[in-house]
């Protein structure tokens, strides 16, 4: 699909222009809520400035994006068919743009009070409700692609804390002779290499969430509702990484703080340890298709990190915050979508 034909598809379908709109805003508020902790442990630890890593940031998730994508598209089929929203393409498209609503107004709230919370997961729970408001049932929802979102949590949970945990041991115990001075050295720059590996992986898998989102509102806009394939345009891989960096640099601040400087007072090594164990966990899931939040990855990690010197390292009462956050992102967000879908469908059906 060319850009232009999209443009063309846009001025003669007003749903599908506003569905592009909102999943526009839903990446550039995922710019402020989900990229921002690739790089807040390199910036809470001084290895960089937070202008420098922004850039940075922007330029290696559209190396995420790009390259992930064209090796693997498995996390954008993923979503694509996670939810079956029925037979008639223009009330799909409604209901569509009704989740994307619901989820600008789920993660605003939450980057509003500066708490991390998923985009993947806001996403997920926001077009299951709008598949449930159009059924009427749970029958629009694709269990077998819901329970990877399961697999995700546990690994997203388990395994970063785990790497996390046993990265800063080891890093802990190969370093223990070495100056001091010139190991910190070392490791502000392997933090630099760390962000933006983090970054890569976060336009690996968060881009191809939203990209799939684009392309099933124009399968919808077509008066295609049961396309199962598609092939993502170079264009749209660029439009989305630009409008993410876009969001970082508008309002990552609140989420570097949150995540790289209230939760775990990190030495430069122990952001190493937290974004290499981040990096590898989201490698994993992006290669197997499994749609992981970036956020539970990359605080997790953090945690482990903390924990791995002394339970007392890590804040637990901003801890209790996020879990609070996480728990309730999948029926809070969920309930949303359904309502917005039941509202726009009264509307513009």
């Not at 029958?139 to 949590?153: A, D, H, R």
Request: proline share 2%.
């Amino acid at each position: 699909m060319e850009i232009q034909d999209f443009v063309n598809q846009m001025l003669h379908n007003p749903m599908l222009l506003v569905s592009a709109i909102l999943t526009l805003g839903v990446i550039l508020v995922n710019g402020w809520t989900d990229a921002p902790n690739a790089i807040a442990t390199c910036v809470s630890t001084r290895a960089i400035g937070v202008k420098k890593a922004i850039v940075m940031a922007a330029i290696f998730n559209f190396l995420g994006v790009f390259v992930m994508t064209s090796i693997n598209a498995s996390v954008a089929m993923t979503i694509y068919n996670m939810v079956d929203f029925g037979g008639d393409a223009r009330i799909s498209l409604i209901a569509l743009c009704a989740a994307m609503a619901a989820i600008v107004i789920w993660a605003t709230a939450a980057w509003y009070f500066g708490i991390p919370t998923s985009e993947s997961h806001a996403l997920i729970a926001g077009i299951s409700g709008a598949a449930v408001a159009i059924q009427n049932s749970f029958s629009g929802i694709n269990g077998e692609e819901w329970i990877k979102v399961i697999y995700g949590i546990l690994l997203s949970t388990v395994l970063g804390f785990v790497l996390g945990f046993l990265s800063a041991k080891l890093i802990a115990f190969l370093f223990r002779d070495q100056n001091r001075l010139k190991s910190e050295r070392f490791f502000s720059g392997a933090q630099v290499a760390g962000g933006a590996a983090m970054a890569f992986m976060h336009g690996a898998q968060d881009g191809q969430k939203f990209m799939a989102i684009f392309l099933l509102g124009a399968a919808f806009a077509n008066g295609d509702s049961h396309t199962s394939a598609f092939t993502v345009p170079i264009w749209l891989m660029v439009l989305c990484s630009v409008v993410m960096g876009l969001g970082t640099s508008i309002g990552g601040y609140r989420i570097i703080k949150s995540v790289g400087m209230d939760m775990v007072k990190l030495k430069p090594y122990q952001g190493f340890a937290a974004d290499l164990s981040a990096t590898l966990s989201l490698l994993v899931s992006s290669l197997t298709g499994i749609p992981v939040s970036t956020t539970h990855t990359k605080t997790t990690a953090i945690m482990g990190v903390g924990a791995a010197r002394r339970m007392s390292n890590v804040n637990w009462s901003i801890v209790k915050d996020l879990v609070l956050t996480w728990v309730f992102t999948f029926p809070g967000c969920g309930l949303l979508g359904y309502i917005m879908a039941k509202l726009f469908l009264m509307l513009f059906a």
